[in-house]
């Protein structure tokens, strides 16, 4: 109670008068170290004190520092800083990232910018350098193209962001194999400034902290080992197997399988208990002689003439994604013939109407990707792909056409291809084919599919074939070719002859079950069998 008194007291001389904190700063101290007061209620006092509107905000930035509040006995609590440094610290640690970011910290070197290997694609994770079209020394501005970078897909054209002098080249014409993030050039601002960047390294400054990290770790280690022995429990482990060094320990089976191969047990390493060896050691060290066998093998046959090929970026790319397609999508397929009779009649009526207004021709595959957006719209559950927690269904239909180029396959995408009429697609199709063989594919070309179509009959003959599914997608649509079958006519034992073309629909069987699948074809079929339902 008297402590109650003594507070209501003083915080009246708050109120009263600016100048108590800085000359009864004892009298403050020693209402707050009383260990037996709570801390709720040196918190609220102390609250009072900072919201009253006699004391100034620069008396409270000199109290803070230094008083030091006592909760227990011995337990000091730290002082709180003030709103104005708080503030302080936040700027300037603010101002340190922007300085800093992308520009050297070494004293030795002027200001710079380290251009890294961009990602131009979703699934980029390298890429080659093709040419570069600025030399060391030249001026930058922005929007210039520095170089053409082959990534995954195709041959990008890389710009400038900010203006400066190219002072170093450290990736040259057609390096390859380039990490994203990776640096491949150096810009600075001043043109006195390029040779300085000579004998420039960018390796160096990240290689020098790691040495100096684990020096620092050894020293604990080995003081542990040595209070180890004090423990009684390790004499039981040390002692017993000490007297047996020249002796080897093995197991009778393990001997045995080692007499009947002549392997000398000395050459074993054996893993059982105290280092007993047992059949598994055996067991491991022939498989591993051999596999040492067939490895020299190649070398001895000279007979064999062989050329090693370089693998392009969008081949390795390929492998990585389908293989992955393969392992990680349940796949399963679908196939149905399909009677394209009226199809091949509707084609040849168009193309008589596009050469006399002077457009281009409609291919087979032009009418099969208009017939497969449309039933994509009509069963969007194809149109779907898979993620872990949710099942994305598009609401957009871009079809992507496989092109086979000398180095590798694209998959162009014709955008929302529901929407578009046969004569645009068909220009295209023609376009972003050419673009493909001409390595000039944009991201733009390429990016967003929700299908694929894949069509090897009309150029190849083939008749039949599953295709890989391109992830992210759950669905692709393997196109074969037409032929003449008999076929039943329209009354009994009547026969007729018509084109037959099979198409197979490759699902993943996570989004597309085989009812849905199953729908999906019985669509596509009915805009083949009927292409004037197309053009409504």
Request: aromatic share 6%.
């Given at each position: 109670?008297?402590?109650?008194?003594?507070?209501?007291?003083?915080?009246?001389?708050?109120?009263?008068?600016?100048?108590?904190?800085?000359?009864?700063?004892?009298?403050?101290?020693?209402?707050?170290?009383?260990?037996?007061?709570?801390?709720?209620?040196?918190?609220?006092?102390?609250?009072?004190?900072?919201?009253?509107?006699?004391?100034?905000?620069?008396?409270?930035?000199?109290?803070?520092?230094?008083?030091?509040?006592?909760?227990?006995?011995?337990?000091?609590?730290?002082?709180?800083?003030?709103?104005?440094?708080?503030?302080?610290?936040?700027?300037?640690?603010?101002?340190?990232?922007?300085?800093?970011?992308?520009?050297?910290?070494?004293?030795?070197?002027?200001?710079?910018?380290?251009?890294?290997?961009?990602?131009?694609?979703?699934?980029?994770?390298?890429?080659?350098?093709?040419r570069w079209l600025k030399k060391e020394?030249?001026?930058?501005?922005?929007?210039?193209?520095?170089?053409?970078?082959?990534?995954?897909?195709?041959?990008?054209?890389?710009?400038?962001?900010?203006?400066?002098?190219?002072?170093?080249?450290?990736?040259?014409?057609?390096?390859?194999?380039?990490?994203?993030?990776?640096?491949?050039?150096?810009?600075?601002?001043?043109?006195?400034?390029?040779?300085?960047?000579?004998?420039?390294?960018?390796?160096?400054?990240?290689?020098?902290?790691?040495?100096?990290?684990?020096?620092?770790?050894?020293?604990?280690?080995?003081?542990?080992?040595?209070?180890?022995?004090?423990?009684?429990?390790?004499?039981?482990?040390?002692?017993?197997?000490?007297?047996?060094?020249?002796?080897?320990?093995?197991?009778?089976?393990?001997?045995?399988?080692?007499?009947?191969?002549?392997?000398?047990?000395?050459?074993?390493?054996?893993?059982?208990?105290?280092?007993?060896?047992?059949?598994?050691?055996?067991?491991?060290?022939?498989?591993?002689?051999?596999k040492e066998a067939p490895a020299a093998?190649?070398?001895?046959?000279?007979?064999?003439?062989?050329?090693?090929?370089?693998?392009?970026?969008?081949?390795?790319?390929?492998?990585?994604?389908?293989?992955?397609?393969?392992?990680?999508?349940?796949?399963?397929?679908?196939?149905?013939?399909?009677?394209?009779?009226?199809?091949?009649?509707?084609?040849?009526?168009?193309?008589?109407?596009?050469?006399?207004?002077?457009?281009?021709?409609?291919?087979?595959?032009?009418?099969?990707?208009?017939?497969?957006?449309?039933?994509?719209?009509?069963?969007?559950?194809?149109?779907?792909?898979?993620?872990?927690?949710?099942?994305?269904?598009?609401?957009?239909?871009?079809?992507?056409?496989?092109?086979?180029?000398?180095?590798?396959?694209?998959?162009?995408?014709?955008?929302?291809?529901?929407?578009?009429?046969?004569?645009?697609?068909?220009?295209?199709?023609?376009?972003?084919?050419?673009?493909?063989?001409?390595?000039?594919?944009?991201?733009?070309?390429?990016?967003?599919?929700?299908?694929?179509?894949?069509?090897?009959?009309?150029?190849f003959g083939i008749k039949q074939f599953?295709?890989?599914?391109?992830?992210?997608?759950?669905?692709?649509?393997?196109?074969?070719?037409?032929?003449?079958?008999?076929?039943?006519?329209?009354?009994?034992?009547?026969?007729?002859?018509?084109?037959?073309?099979?198409?197979?629909?490759?699902?993943?069987?996570?989004?597309?079950?085989?009812?849905?699948?199953?729908?999906?074809?019985?669509?596509?079929?009915?805009?083949?069998?009927?292409?004037?339902?197309?053009?409504?």
């Amino acid at each position: 109670m008297t402590y109650a008194i003594h507070l209501l007291r003083h915080s009246n001389k708050i109120r009263s008068s600016s100048n108590l904190i800085r000359h009864d700063s004892s009298s403050l101290v020693r209402w707050f170290t009383n260990g037996t007061r709570e801390r709720r209620n040196i918190s609220e006092s102390f609250n009072k004190c900072k919201s009253s509107s006699a004391v100034s905000n620069n008396s409270c930035r000199a109290v803070s520092p230094t008083v030091s509040f006592v909760n227990a006995p011995g337990t000091a609590i730290a002082p709180c800083p003030s709103t104005a440094s708080m503030h302080f610290m936040r700027s300037s640690s603010g101002s340190q990232v922007l300085s800093r970011r992308g520009f050297s910290s070494a004293s030795d070197l002027p200001p710079h910018q380290e251009i890294g290997m961009p990602s131009l694609s979703p699934t980029m994770t390298e890429g080659n350098i093709a040419r570069w079209l600025k030399k060391e020394g030249e001026k930058v501005s922005p929007g210039e193209v520095l170089c053409e970078v082959e990534t995954d897909k195709a041959t990008v054209e890389m710009e400038c962001m900010e203006e400066g002098y190219l002072a170093k080249i450290l990736r040259g014409d057609g390096a390859n194999g380039i990490k994203v993030g990776e640096v491949i050039a150096i810009t600075v601002e001043e043109e006195d400034d390029i040779a300085k960047f000579k004998d420039y390294q960018p390796s160096t400054s990240d290689a020098t902290p790691s040495p100096k990290a684990p020096a620092s770790p050894p020293p604990p280690p080995k003081e542990e080992v040595a209070e180890k022995p004090v423990t009684p429990s390790e004499p039981k482990v040390s002692k017993p197997s000490a007297p047996p060094a020249d002796r080897i320990f093995a197991s009778p089976l393990a001997r045995k399988i080692a007499e009947d191969h002549n392997i000398p047990l000395s050459n074993i390493k054996g893993t059982g208990p105290e280092g007993r060896i047992v059949k598994a050691d055996i067991d491991d060290y022939l498989a591993s002689r051999g596999k040492e066998a067939p490895a020299a093998a190649p070398k001895a046959d000279t007979s064999i003439d062989y050329a090693d090929i370089p693998v392009a970026q969008i081949r390795k790319v390929t492998a990585s994604r389908l293989l992955l397609s393969k392992q990680t999508i349940p796949h399963y397929y679908l196939t149905v013939d399909t009677c394209v009779d009226k199809l091949m009649e509707l084609r040849s009526k168009l193309n008589s109407l596009q050469e006399a207004s002077g457009g281009k021709k409609l291919s087979v595959n032009d009418l099969v990707i208009k017939a497969a957006a449309l039933a994509l719209r009509k069963v969007p559950q194809c149109n779907s792909s898979w993620t872990n927690d949710y099942i994305r269904q598009y609401h957009n239909v871009n079809i992507g056409v496989a092109v086979q180029t000398d180095k590798g396959l694209y998959v162009p995408v014709v955008k929302d291809a529901d929407k578009k009429g046969l004569s645009t697609i068909a220009e295209e199709v023609k376009n972003l084919a050419q673009k493909a063989k001409d390595n000039s594919l944009k991201p733009q070309d390429y990016e967003g599919g929700t299908f694929t179509v894949s069509n090897l009959g009309g150029p190849f003959g083939i008749k039949q074939f599953c295709a890989i599914i391109n992830p992210p997608q759950s669905a692709i649509l393997a196109v074969g070719s037409a032929e003449r079958r008999v076929v039943p006519g329209s009354g009994q034992d009547q026969y007729k002859f018509s084109s037959m073309m099979s198409v197979t629909l490759s699902c993943d069987h996570r989004v597309i079950d085989g009812a849905i699948g199953a729908e999906w074809l019985k669509a596509f079929k009915g805009y083949i069998e009927n292409p004037e339902s197309m053009l409504l």
